[in-house]
Nanobody, 124 residues
């Protein structure tokens, strides 16, 4: 089970840190990712982190502003979001998969396990 938290309302330019705890699973065995979905839009890849945590992948629109990290000892993945923009407003979901091929890391359909989502709202 994946439990996401940390969303909220923030002004443009502000920061939030999302957390996703993986209960009953060993995080080091999974690729962990973050996706987001704004109203009326498809679910969009945001960031992902390799099992070892040594490499990360980002959508271009968040590069330099968001940082994904993980603490395998705590079975938790984080998404530090800075310089937030109104267009970052969405429900953010964490996802995990133990068999994912890294060439598919940006594809929502490649992830087997999903958290419940946490709302991030950025006001202008």
């Amino acid at each position: 089970q994946l439990q996401a938290s940390g969303g909220g309302l923030v002004q443009a330019g502000g920061s939030l840190r999302l957390s996703c705890a993986a209960s009953g699973r060993t995080a080091s065995k999974y690729v962990l990712g973050w996706f987001r979905q704004a109203p009326g839009k498809e679910r969009e890849f945001v960031a992902a982190n390799r099992r070892s945590g040594t490499a990360a992948y980002y959508v271009d629109s968040v590069k330099g502003r968001f940082t994904i990290s993980r603490d395998n000892a705590k079975n938790t993945v984080y998404l530090q979001m800075t310089s937030l923009k109104p267009e970052d407003t969405a429900v953010y979901y964490c996802a995990a998969d133990g068999q994912l091929i890294l060439s598919n890391v940006r594809q929502p359909g490649a992830y087997k396990y999903w958290g419940q989502g946490t709302q991030v709202t950025v006001s202008s």
